[in-house]
Structures are given as structure tokens and as C-alpha cells.
């Protein structure tokens, strides 16, 4: 199976500051990734799609200056939380789909998640 | 856009019993629904999926069927094993590379030894 990584696993930084979140297709390229966000006990809810080389496409109530998402190049994609606050502690999943065997289907790999708490 | 919804949010099994979980969706245009199992801290994994084209698949203890009429599919698992205890998400989508999953809002399943 395809590979997606995200660094870094976790990470706590001070109320104010920003954190990027890097994620990585290791083993194939991927013109669009998710970001998702998980809060506890609640279910993954689609943040953004990710767009190689354009800018990306928020859901709504989502404040795009608040996360910043960079897709430079066909294996990476950033998620910059700025100016973060408690309330946006959470665990911070994306997702990359790939080709399947056959060429006419898609499978989403997910990346292992960024757990960030925000003191 | 898609709303998947997903019943019961928590489900109790003796071990050996079988387990079923419910989801409904509301976009006719989706055509891929994935299973995922969620294990706490980690990432979701695809267990089993299956697309408009079939109304059921089954892997090993596993089984999804697919009503395209009434827009709801259902995941089955058969003698259920402690280890079965996770958190499981049904999810939508229009099949392609560009398109999202929506997902339903998980049910804790708790596979009683």
C-alpha cells in the first residue's frame, strides 16, 4: 500500500504562536491531499482540499487566514495554524487518495496525525 | 452537500456475537463508501469498501451492503473478537481524485470478552 507521513506527531506550543504541520505521499504524488480535524470523541471533519500548485479549497467555517495551507510540490503539503489558541487543540489528520490497480478507482491513505495542544 | 449519518454511535457485543452498523447518505451522485476502523491515537484504516456498482462485498468476517434506493449501507462483522473494539466511521464520496469523504459520526463498538 501507498505511504503518507506527517511530522510532527505531536506538537505543544503557547497560545499566540503558529505551528506548521507537514504532510508527506512517500511512495507516489498527489495533486490533492485533506486536511481533517479530529476533536475527541467526535468524528474527522474535512478542513480543506489541498491543491497542488493553486490555492486551497476551505469548507465552510473554516477560516482560511487562520489556516494556511501550502501544496508546493506533488508530495507535500503544509497546514499552518496561526496565531493558535486553545480551542484549536486538536488532532490534525490529512489524507492523500491514489490510483488503485485497476486505474479506475481511488483509495485515500491517511497520514498518522499531529496531535496539538495549544497552552 | 453529502451528510452521512451513522447509527448507533456506541454498540456493546459479547465476543462471537455479530455487530451492525448503519449509515445513511443524502448525495445520490455518491458512489464510493469506505469503512474505516480508528484505534485511539492513530489513524483511520480502510477495512472494507464498496462502490455503487454492487449492493454487497464481503472480506473474511467482514460484509458491507449497499441500498442505492434508499441511500443507506450497513457494515457487518460476524464473530466478533475483543480486538474488534475500536471506533468505526462510514464514510461518502464521489469517487475521484479530487473528491472528499464525508464522514458519519462514528460508532464505538466494545467487544465484551
Known amino acids: 500500500g501507498a505511504v503518507v507521513s506527517q511530522h510532527p506527531s505531536w506538537v505543544i506550543c503557547k497560545s499566540g504562536t503558529s505551528v506548521k504541520i507537514e504532510c508527506r505521499s512517500l511512495d507516489f504524488q498527489a495533486t490533492t491531499m485533506f486536511w481533517y480535524r479530529q476533536f475527541p470523541k467526535q468524528s474527522l471533519m474535512l478542513m480543506a482540499t489541498s491543491n497542488e500548485g493553486s490555492k486551497a479549497t476551505y469548507e465552510q467555517g473554516v477560516e482560511k487566514d487562520k489556516f494556511l495551507i501550502n501544496h508546493a510540490s506533488l508530495t507535500l503539503s503544509t497546514l499552518t495554524v496561526t496565531s493558535a489558541h486553545p480551542e484549536d487543540s486538536s488532532f490534525y489528520i490529512c489524507?492523500?487518495?491514489?490510483?488503485?490497480?485497476?486505474?479506475?478507482?481511488?483509495?485515500?491513505?491517511f497520514g498518522p496525525g499531529t496531535r496539538l495542544t495549544v497552552t | 452537500g453529502e451528510n452521512v449519518e451513522q447509527h448507533p454511535s456506541t454498540l456493546s457485543v459479547q465476543e462471537g456475537d455479530s455487530a451492525v452498523i448503519k449509515c445513511t447518505y443524502s448525495?445520490?451522485?455518491?458512489?464510493?463508501f469506505p469503512w474505516y476502523k480508528q484505534e485511539l491515537g492513530k489513524r483511520p484504516q480502510l477495512i472494507i469498501d464498496i462502490r455503487s456498482n454492487v449492493g454487497e462485498k464481503k472480506d473474511q468476517r467482514i460484509a458491507v451492503t449497499l441500498n442505492k434506493t434508499a441511500k443507506h449501507f450497513s457494515l457487518h462483522i460476524t464473530e466478533t473478537q475483543p480486538e474488534d473494539s475500536a471506533v468505526y466511521f462510514c464514510?461518502?464520496?464521489?469517487?475521484?481524485?479530487?473528491?472528499?469523504?464525508?464522514f458519519g459520526g462514528g460508532t464505538r463498538v466494545l467487544v465484551k470478552p
Open positions: 448525495d445520490s451522485a455518491s458512489n464510493y
Open positions: 464514510a461518502a464520496s464521489r469517487e475521484a481524485a479530487g473528491n472528499k469523504l464525508t
Open positions: 489524507s492523500a487518495p491514489k490510483l488503485g490497480r485497476g486505474l479506475s478507482s481511488y483509495e485515500q491513505y
